[in-house]
C-alpha cells in the first residue's frame, strides 16, 4: 500500500520561503502514470491544487500560484518538495501530499496533511 507523510515547519514568517518535503512508501514517484500533488486547504476554504511534477520530473502549477512554487524530487528518496516563496498569511493552510492518476485524473492515496502558518 502507498503512503505519504508530510514535513516541514509549522511555522513561517511573511516574506520567506515555505518548504514541504513528501516522503512516499510502498511505490515509486517514476512509476507510469502517476502524478505527485501538493494541495492545501485554507481555514474555511475548499482545498486549493497548488501544481504536480509527474513521473517524468515534468511539472505544473496552480496559474494563481505559479510565480511563488516551485516542486522538485529527489529519486533516490522516494519524496518530493514544495517550495513556496514570499509567503504571506494568506498562505495559513493545511497542506497535503497526494498520489494522482494521471490517466484518470483522481487521487488515490493522500498525506494526512501537515499544519503550515504563516506568522511572524
Known amino acids: 500500500q502507498v503512503q505519504l507523510q508530510e514535513s516541514g515547519p509549522g511555522l513561517v514568517k511573511p516574506s520567506q520561503t515555505l518548504s514541504l518535503t513528501c516522503t512516499v512508501s510502498g511505490g515509486s514517484i517514476t512509476t507510469k502514470y502517476y502524478y505527485w500533488s501538493w494541495i492545501r486547504q485554507s481555514p474555511g476554504k475548499g482545498l486549493q491544487w497548488i501544481g504536480y511534477?509527474?513521473?517524468?520530473?515534468?511539472?505544473s502549477y496552480s496559474p494563481s500560484l505559479k510565480s511563488r512554487t516551485s516542486i522538485s524530487r529527489d529519486t533516490s528518496r522516494n519524496q518530493f518538495t514544495l517550495q513556496l516563496s514570499s509567503v504571506t498569511p494568506e498562505d495559513t493552510a493545511v497542506y497535503y501530499c497526494?498520489?494522482?492518476?494521471?490517466?484518470?485524473?483522481?487521487?488515490?492515496?493522500w498525506g494526512q496533511g501537515t499544519q503550515v502558518t504563516v506568522s511572524s
Open positions: 511534477i509527474a513521473y517524468s520530473g515534468s511539472t
Open positions: 497526494a498520489r494522482v492518476k494521471g490517466w484518470a485524473d483522481e487521487s488515490d492515496y
